[in-house]
């Protein structure tokens, strides 16, 4: 039995419609859709999402509505018109989006939420009478009726615990069940929306409820690239990967499946599959706890932008108690993340975003511990991007690392931090911003070709 999740370019166009009907009745196991909302079907068109997001900002700020409502209703309605569909549902799709300019806006702490969760409900709703109009035994079923109570936060709602005993009920009912993702509800019954990459999350949710066979999460690739194919021309395609290689990949910078989105799959232990809906019998790439094939030293090669380094430098600073925790004590006072924390006995470097550090924050942060860490040298290094060597094999290869190094330094790259975590899963690398291109190819012609 399988949960598969059709992402917005899989359900943009009638003609994608179509892709996703047939890969839903090729196979019997396929019971639980999860949808997003309609994608762009051009380079120049527009998202419904980001349709309903002008939608709602006009209605907010009292400002002419009229235009985003009725396009919104139009993208569904001539999708209807070109499936053929003679159902109630258009009323019901029309008349959902219109009803939305009659929320309270004043203390309406989930007025946004309800907003943007009407892209992909309307849409559950036209596809599950899409379905049905071809002769699928098809229903579509709201989040709420489904069992997905989620955490009273809207933007970033979490499920609860005690909601995957009330999903599993939809083992017992019977046909193709749409739900449409990126959404649930609270106890009391408001709208609240996960954070990026929604819809994949409640595609994850579900599996784990239904304790499902598998996960499928159907987007435009093949699966997942061994490196981003904008960077390395014509990157291989990773036919297995872990969880844990997964979350390293994402973390730096693999936007094909949001990382948050694997948790619920993962402690359920349910597998995923990344497949392509325009290529639907390409095996795609299979996320499982372990590796069922053998695999080399590394899976792939993620990089990410956006990063700066707090340094700090103090003699006999490992002899200092205390002295780590006064550091992340003022991170955390002033609500800053670190990602990473290479150290040596006199020195130590903290990673972070850059975008938590404005110039305010910035000035106080070095003002803080200039005054209580008393560093000798102290200063915060801006510019750098992050690469990610991955794979769970480098811990049974040797030099796995200095086959990195070498690449880099042959390309006339230099390394400003390297990080190895203790369960070697992945290698850290961090350099200038201006050399991560270079830096990726040089690294992927070293480790494949």
Do not use: W
Not at 1 to 25: D, P
Not at 81 to 107: H, R, Y
Not at 209 to 231: C, K, Q, S
Not at 234 to 247: F, K, V
């Amino acid at each position: 039995m399988k949960v598969t999740k059709f992402g917005g370019s899989s359900l943009a166009s009638t003609k994608q419609f179509k892709k996703v009907l047939e890969i839903v009745r090729s196979d019997e196991a396929r019971k639980f859709i999860v949808v997003s909302a309609p994608g762009k079907r051009s380079a120049k068109d527009v998202k419904v999402t980001d349709s309903l997001i002008a939608y709602y900002n006009a209605y907010r700020k009292g400002e002419d509505y009229e235009y985003f409502q009725t396009s919104i209703i139009k993208r569904y309605e001539d999708m209807a018109s070109e499936l053929g569909l003679n159902t109630p549902v258009m009323f019901e799709i029309a008349q959902n989006i219109k009803a939305l300019a009659t929320l309270p806006i004043e203390g309406n702490q989930y007025l946004y939420d309800t907003f943007l969760a009407s892209g992909e409900n309307n849409n559950a709703k036209l596809i599950a009478a899409y379905f049905q109009a071809e002769g699928l035994a098809a229903r579509y079923l709201h989040p709420k009726d489904a069992g997905i109570i989620v955490t009273d936060e809207p933007g970033n709602a979490r499920i609860l615990p005690e909601s995957y005993e009330k999903i599993n009920y939809l083992n017992d009912v019977d046909g193709v069940i749409v739900i449409p993702g990126f959404f649930g509800v609270t106890s009391a019954g408001e709208v609240c929306t996960f954070s990026r990459g929604g819809s994949d999350i409640t595609g994850s949710i579900i599996a784990a409820g239904v304790r499902a066979n598998l996960y499928e999460n159907f987007t435009d690739v093949d699966g997942i690239f061994a490196a981003h194919p904008g960077i390395v021309d014509n990157p291989h395609t990773i036919g297995e990967l872990t969880y844990r290689e997964m979350r390293e990949l994402a973390y730096a910078g693999f936007s094909v499946l949001h990382d948050e989105a694997l948790i619920p799959a993962y402690r359920a232990k349910v597998p995923v599959v990344i497949k392509n809906t325009n290529n639907p019998t390409h095996p795609g790439t299979r996320i499982n706890l372990k590796h069922t094939e053998k695999a080399g030293p590394v899976i792939g090669i993620a990089s990410d932008d956006g990063f700066a380094s707090i340094n700090i430098t103090k003699y006999l600073m490992n002899r200092e108690v205390g002295f780590g925790r006064k550091l992340l004590s003022e991170l955390e006072r002033l609500g800053i993340r670190f990602e990473h924390m290479p150290s040596g006995i006199d020195d130590l470097s903290v990673i972070v975003r850059e975008h938590e550090l404005s110039p305010e924050i910035e000035r106080t942060l070095l003002e803080r511990l200039t005054e209580i860490l008393d560093p000798d040298e102290i200063d915060i290094e801006h510019g750098l991007s992050i690469i990610m060597i991955v794979g769970e094999g480098m811990k049974r290869h040797i030099g796995v690392t200095a086959v990195g190094t070498t690449a880099l330094s042959k390309k006339g790259i230099n390394l400003e931090i390297i990080n190895q975590g203790s369960s070697e899963v992945s290698v850290m690398f961090g350099i200038k911003k201006e050399n991560e291109h270079d830096a990726v190819e040089a690294l992927y012609e070293a480790y494949y070709r």
